[in-house]
């Protein structure tokens, strides 16, 4: 299972760190994205991580403020996200797939999903 964490209230232009740990089953061969999904809109593709780690993806919406890294030593991904806008406010949702060759965007690539966690950004 996966677990997220790390969300909460913010003001504009603060930063946070999610966590996304795998409990039970190594998460070395398995490349995990962030997704999140606002009130009223569709879940979106945020940010993904190749397996290896050596190649990342991220949304237009937030290139050059959130970066995916991963430990997988630990079996664990974050994303650090800085600058925060009232528009990255969402529930986020990290999901995971093992197989893919680069980092799939489509939610229905991702097989594993943990729970989602709020980020809700004050202007």
């Known amino acids: 299972q996966l677990q997220a964490s790390g969300g909460g209230l913010v003001q504009t232009g603060a930063s946070l760190r999610f966590s996304c740990a795998r409990s039970?089953?190594?998460?070395?061969?398995?490349?995990v994205g962030w997704f999140r999904q606002a009130p009223g809109k569709e879940r979106e593709f945020v940010a993904g991580?190749?397996?290896?780690?050596?190649?990342?993806r991220y949304a237009d919406s937030v290139k050059g403020r959130f970066t995916i890294s991963r430990d997988n030593a630990v079996n664990t991904v974050h994303l650090q996200m800085n600058s925060l806008k009232p528009e990255d406010t969402a529930l986020y949702y990290c999901a995971a797939t093992r197989g893919s060759i680069g980092v799939p965007i489509m939610m229905s690539y991702y097989s594993d999903w943990g729970q989602g966690t709020q980020v809700t950004v004050s202007s």
């Open positions: 991580i190749i397996s290896g780690g050596g190649s990342t």
């Open positions: 039970g089953r190594t998460f070395t061969n398995y490349a």
